[in-house]
């Protein structure tokens, strides 16, 4: 019975931790439009790639949700694709939602931001083992309401 008692200690008491509660750094407010654009680099049998991009992202706490923009038709991967994410001081980690084309693809995307600028690195990873080279990303906090 002891042994029994101690198991089910051991099992609710390894709850895991909330992603909001990880984060001991005061993180910067970023809710807001932020523009900018992405580059990947020639990965075979593709060129390089580049395009404009647009986030609408809200804001609760470390824990960051939104939207994610192409604004020139360069990236189906871009194209008005939900995210969701954490910022940790000025720590920032986005994903996409999975996006189905013929194949699932997901893009994650880590960087900085600094007042009104961020920018980082990002990666598509697929379900049939696919995963781009580090690609690089920038945008600025706008004014404006909304991307489109």
């Known amino acids: 019975m002891p042994i029994l008692i101690i198991i089910i200690l051991f099992i609710f008491g390894c709850k895991k931790k909330d992603i909001s509660e990880s984060c001991q750094e005061p993180s910067q407010n ?3 439009v932020w523009k900018g654009s992405w580059k990947l680099p020639p ?5 390089s790639q580049t395009g404009q991009i647009c986030s609408q992202i809200n804001q609760n706490g470390n824990l960051l949700s939104g939207k994610l923009y192409d604004m020139d038709n360069s990236s189906q991967f871009f194209d008005s694709v939900d995210i969701k994410g954490t910022i940790c001081g000025s720590s920032l980690k986005l994903q996409t939602d999975t996006m189905t084309f013929i194949i699932k693809v997901v893009a994650k995307f880590n960087g ?14 697929s379900d049939n083992n696919y995963e781009s080279q580090d690609g690089t990303w920038w945008m600025k906090k706008d004014t404006a309401n909304a991307c489109k």
């Open 112 to 125: 900085s931001v600094i007042n009104d600028s961020s920018y980082g690195t990002f990666r598509i990873y």
């Open 43 to 47: 990965d075979p049998p593709y060129n």
């Open 30 to 32: 970023i809710a807001g």
